[in-house]
């Protein structure tokens, strides 16, 4: 892991590489171990309309925490 400085000493440019590294890597965690965690054994769930909508939920709400967005309202 190497560290990026311009001819003028600024170290913006590896500020915002390494927030996008970390970015990426939170979306591959909640990929990788958090959404299998919460959806194991979904395929012997019978699921209605609002249970559907509640894990569509909880992933938007995951995900907009993960890229630092706000929610509406």
Do not use: C
Not at 3 to 8: F, K, L
Not at 26 to 53: Q, S
């Amino acid at each position: 892991m190497g560290t990026t400085i311009t001819h003028q000493n600024s170290i913006q440019e590896e500020i915002r590489s390494r927030l996008k590294s970390a970015i990426a890597l939170k979306i591959e965690i909640y990929r990788t171990i958090i959404l299998p965690a919460v959806l194991y054994g979904r395929k012997t769930w019978l699921l209605t309309l609002r249970e559907e909508y509640r894990l569509r939920v909880f992933e938007n709400r995951v995900l907009r925490r993960i890229l630092g967005l706000r929610g509406t309202g």
